[in-house]
């Protein structure tokens, strides 16, 4: 590897089998500099809560639709 290119480092991030696994050192980082911007600034804060909500009653949507067709007659 040249002086040139970034080299890559991974570290454990959680158990095997979990949701969490290897990420990379440049991604917590980002992630935890994002998260830093998003806590210390209400607005952003706030635009970021009522796109999680939206995504929340989107998916509560697409469930019941989902069950809605399990249970309909057209099986028959």
């Known amino acids: 590897m040249d002086s040139n290119q970034q080299q890559?480092?991974?570290t454990f991030d959680g158990d095997v089998g979990g949701t969490a696994?290897?990420?990379?050192v440049?991604?917590?980082n980002k992630t935890a500099n994002a998260a830093s911007k998003y806590l210390n600034d209400s607005r952003l804060l706030?635009?970021?809560t009522e796109h999680?909500?939206?995504?929340l009653l989107e998916d509560l949507r697409s469930?019941?639709?989902r069950v809605g067709n399990y249970d309909s007659q057209r099986w028959l």
């Open 8 to 10: 890559s480092f991974f």
């Open 52 to 55: 999680v909500y939206k995504l």
């Open 26 to 28: 440049s991604a917590a």
């Open 46 to 48: 706030n635009q970021l």
């Open 63 to 65: 469930q019941r639709e």
């Open 21 to 24: 696994g290897y990420a990379g």
